[in-house]
């Protein structure tokens, strides 16, 4: 396993690309997160997130993944 500071050099050398394992796993944590928890803003914070680093990226299908819904979708 990585050290913090060699996780951070790592990270600063290679260019690794948000994979749908990775979104996916975020979703599912969001998902899970306890009932007091509002699953809606940390998604959306994850969207624009997400959004930004990805032109592709799903949002219907992500929030879908967290147990949410596109706003104005039934």
Do not use: Y
């Amino acid at each position: 396993m990585l050290g913090p500071q060699a996780a951070l050099r790592k990270d600063r050398t290679t260019k690794t690309e948000m994979q749908h394992r990775h979104m996916a796993f975020i979703a599912a944590v969001i998902r899970d997160l306890p009932g007091e928890v509002n699953r809606g803003i940390v998604a959306a914070d994850f969207v624009a997130a997400l959004a930004a680093s990805n032109p592709r990226f799903d949002k219907r299908r992500f929030l879908a993944a967290c147990g949410l819904q596109w706003p104005g979708c039934s």
